[in-house]
């Protein structure tokens, strides 16, 4: 019996330590290196510094990825609905032209970047990539207010905007 609640207890330390939120980017994090449209690189860190003094909505997406897709009218609705933000868009699509025609075809509007070192580089590895789509949202300052949210009406993101 002890060993059961043991356990019990164990796990559960374990799953909380793992969805922790974080409210500020790491250094590893900020210098992951993504690619822009024009074909450019450019570090994390310098996509936040572009958006400075605004509240900023990050999705990362795929263009493979069913639940993306299927999630993108209410995604444009949310952004009608909340213009006042800035949307920048993460893609973990296997290639660039994957990427690029996905954006095209979807029609999704917002700065758009690659994630050439993946779910399992620094910037995906901060995130704790376990989902995709996995929203977030940064105020204006640069904190982290909502770390984790996989639904436009999750209910951290409508607090967040009250």
Excluded at 9 to 20: K, V
Excluded at 48 to 77: N, Q, T, Y
Aim: hydrophobic share 45%.
């Amino acid at each position: 019996m002890k060993k059961i609640i043991l356990l019990f207890i164990f796990s559960n330390t374990l799953i909380n330590c793992q969805s922790a939120p974080k409210t500020t980017f790491s250094e590893v994090a900020l210098n992951d290196k993504l690619e822009q449209m024009d074909g450019a690189s450019v570090d994390f860190a310098a996509i936040l510094e572009k958006h400075s003094g605004k509240p900023l909505f990050i999705d990362v997406w795929a263009s493979w990825c069913r639940d993306c897709i299927e999630g993108l009218p209410k995604l444009k609705a949310f952004q009608a609905d909340h213009q006042g933000m800035v949307y920048v868009f993460l893609s973990l699509d296997k290639t660039v032209k994957a990427w690029k025609k996905g954006v095209e075809r979807y029609e999704i509007k917002g700065d758009h970047y690659f994630m050439s070192s993946g779910r399992k580089g620094p910037l995906g590895s901060f995130l704790d990539l376990d989902w995709i789509p996995r929203f977030l949202i940064v105020n204006p300052d640069g904190k982290i207010e909502v770390f984790r949210a996989i639904e436009t009406t999750d209910i951290n993101l409508l607090n967040y905007l009250k």
